[in-house]
């Protein structure tokens, strides 16, 4: 930060009032409306200046990596300046102290999970959001409004870095620690034996989740958990000649989309899984074998070994398409 000088302060001044800003800071006190930025290149670097003769590459947080962000590509017109998103600051700019000898904030401080230590109050969640609305409304952000992230009071800025040349929020390999230091126990899901493979970012949040809205539950990416899984798993979409119907209604009627420590994903191990809902089919519950399912039983003696219905794959000895069969003679998920 460089000192503050009469010259700075009168080149502010200077600049504003070339852009015709100054009336408008006059007619209203607080104003946190959103500045339009100005269409050149030039005419954004001129404006910037306002604010980096004192914010510059001296500064311990890494302000001007800004220019290594996307909104910081001055060719395009559409792109914000320092002030469209902080607000004019006119009393920032001015510099006058406060009784307590600190400078007057900028119209509008973002906070990202801020600290104690920052120097300024950030502004409510809604404030902060609404300026990146101004120009990020529509797309994947249609169902931000009522959102589960949005009536939470998280702000665009809980997640994004406008600061920052890497978004790490919307880098593969870094996104999961973004979500994880707020939703805690989803790092413990991923951590245990079988997971979905979060490591070298082969499937990451985003993927089945949209953290702006969404319309199915859980800020699903569609509609519904199995839509969701079948945009990689196409393979238990079917149709099948014969349905499974717990797999057509909710992949998570068995599976724990996160992690789980049996293997594959599964809630449960088989048989219980499976006896959560098929009350002891075949006298599969009483574990003395012989009497499963006719001559496929697997013939193991009465009173002798453990029944086929326990060991092994359990059900899935035979049962082998749980998400469903294709075969003429598979209306009993056998083949
Ligand atoms: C005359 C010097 C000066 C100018 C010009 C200036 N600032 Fe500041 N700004 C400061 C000082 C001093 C602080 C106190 C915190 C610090 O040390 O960074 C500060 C703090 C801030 C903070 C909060 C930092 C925090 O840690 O909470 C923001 C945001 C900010 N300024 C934005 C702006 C914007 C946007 C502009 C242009 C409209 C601007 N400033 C122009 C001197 C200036
Ligand atoms: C797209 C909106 C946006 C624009 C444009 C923008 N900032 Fe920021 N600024 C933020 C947000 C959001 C934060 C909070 C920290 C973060 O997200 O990286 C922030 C933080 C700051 C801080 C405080 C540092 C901190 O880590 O808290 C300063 C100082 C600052 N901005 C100055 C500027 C200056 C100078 C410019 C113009 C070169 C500028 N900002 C342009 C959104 C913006
Ligand atoms: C004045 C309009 C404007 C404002 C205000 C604004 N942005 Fe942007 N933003 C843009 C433009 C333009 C781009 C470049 C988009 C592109 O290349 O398609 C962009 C890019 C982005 C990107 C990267 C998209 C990509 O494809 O790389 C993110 C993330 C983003 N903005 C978040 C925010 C957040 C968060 C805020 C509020 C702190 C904000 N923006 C405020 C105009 C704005
Ligand atoms: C909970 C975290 C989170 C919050 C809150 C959040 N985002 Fe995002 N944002 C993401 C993630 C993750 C991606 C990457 C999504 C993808 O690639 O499908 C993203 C992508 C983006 C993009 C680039 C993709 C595109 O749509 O062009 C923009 C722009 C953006 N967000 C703006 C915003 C704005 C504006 C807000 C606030 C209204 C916001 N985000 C709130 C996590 C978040
Ligand atoms: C700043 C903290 C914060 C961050 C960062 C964050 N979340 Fe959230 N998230 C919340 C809060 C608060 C809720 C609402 C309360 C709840 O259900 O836990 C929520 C809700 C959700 C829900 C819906 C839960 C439900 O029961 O409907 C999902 C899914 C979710 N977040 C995913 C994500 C993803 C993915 C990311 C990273 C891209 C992320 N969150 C980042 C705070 C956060
Ligand atoms: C393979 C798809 C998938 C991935 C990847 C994924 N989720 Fe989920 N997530 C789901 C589904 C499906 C649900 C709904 C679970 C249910 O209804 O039982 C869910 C639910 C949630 C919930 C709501 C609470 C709960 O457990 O019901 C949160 C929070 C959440 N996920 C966060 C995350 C975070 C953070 C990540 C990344 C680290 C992530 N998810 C990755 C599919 C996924
Ligand atoms: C973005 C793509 C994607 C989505 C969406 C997705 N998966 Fe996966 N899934 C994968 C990948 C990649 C693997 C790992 C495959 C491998 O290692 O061979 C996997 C593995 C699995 C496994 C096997 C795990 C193991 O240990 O062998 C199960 C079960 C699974 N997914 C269920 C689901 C469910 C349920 C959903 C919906 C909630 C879902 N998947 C959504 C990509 C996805
Ligand atoms: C009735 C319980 C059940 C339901 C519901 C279910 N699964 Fe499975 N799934 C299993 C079992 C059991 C295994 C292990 C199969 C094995 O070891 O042969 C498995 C294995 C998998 C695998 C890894 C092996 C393979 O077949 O590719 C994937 C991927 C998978 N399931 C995805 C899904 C998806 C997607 C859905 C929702 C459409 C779903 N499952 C619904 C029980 C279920
Ligand atoms: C969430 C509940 C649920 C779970 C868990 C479940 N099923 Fe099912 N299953 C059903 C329903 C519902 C039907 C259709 C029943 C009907 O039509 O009478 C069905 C049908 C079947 C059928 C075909 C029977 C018929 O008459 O069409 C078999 C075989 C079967 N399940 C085996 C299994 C196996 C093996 C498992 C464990 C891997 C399992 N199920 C787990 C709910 C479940
Ligand atoms: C040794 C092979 C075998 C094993 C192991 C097995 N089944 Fe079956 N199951 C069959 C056969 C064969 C049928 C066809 C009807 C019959 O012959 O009883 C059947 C039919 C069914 C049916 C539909 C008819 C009914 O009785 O409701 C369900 C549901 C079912 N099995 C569930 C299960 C579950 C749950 C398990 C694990 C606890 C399991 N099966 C283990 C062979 C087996």
């Not at 060719?75 to 006119?90: A, F, I, L, N, Y």
């Not at 245990?192 to 989740?209: A, F, Q, R, Y």
């Not at 029944?307 to 209306?331: D, E, I, K, Y």
């Amino acid at each position: 930060m460089k000192q503050k000088t009469w010259w700075s302060v009168a080149v502010c001044g200077v600049l504003l009032a070339l852009l015709g800003l100054v009336p408008a800071a006059q007619a209203q006190e607080e104003d946190t409306t959103v500045v339009t930025p100005p269409a050149t290149a030039q005419e954004k670097m001129k404006q910037m200046t306002v604010c980096t003769t004192c914010h510059d590459e001296t500064e311990k947080k890494p302000i001007l990596a800004f220019f290594q962000h996307p909104h910081g590509s001055l060719g395009d017109p559409r792109t914000p300046v320092c002030q469209t998103c902080h607000g004019e600051s006119k009393k920032h700019l001015d510099g006058a102290q406060t009784p307590d000898g600190v400078r007057p904030p900028p119209d509008r401080v973002f906070g990202r999970t801020r600290t104690s230590t920052a120097q300024y109050e950030p502004a409510s969640p809604q404030v902060q959001s609404e300026v990146c609305l101004s120009c990020h409304k529509g797309s994947l952000r249609m169902r931000w409004p009522g959102s589960q992230h949005e009536s939470n009071d998280v702000a665009c800025t809980n997640c994004h870095l406008n600061h920052n040349p890497v978004d790490s929020v919307r880098d593969r390999l870094e996104q999961p620690s973004v979500c994880f230091t707020c939703h805690k126990e989803k790092r413990a899901e991923f951590n245990k034996i079988s997971h979905m493979p979060l490591e070298n970012g082969k499937v990451i949040c985003s993927d089945c989740h949209n953290p702006h809205g969404s319309p199915g539950p859980k800020l699903l990416v569609k509609n519904t958990v199995t839509e969701t899984c079948f945009t990689c798993h196409a393979d238990k979409r079917g149709p099948f000649l014969w349905e499974h119907q717990a797999a057509t209604e909710d992949c998570t009627n068995c599976h724990n989309p996160h992690g789980s420590n049996i293997t594959p994903l599964l809630k449960d191990r088989p048989p219980f899984l499976c006896e959560s809902c098929h009350n002891g089919p075949h006298n599969s519950v009483t574990a003395t074998g012989s009497s499963a399912g006719g001559i496929q039983s697997g013939g193991v003696a009465a009173g002798g070994n453990p029944s086929v219905m326990v060991t092994g794959r359990a059900c899935l000895n035979c049962h082998v398409m749980v998400h469903g069969s294709n075969s003429p003679a598979g209306a009993f998920l056998h083949r």
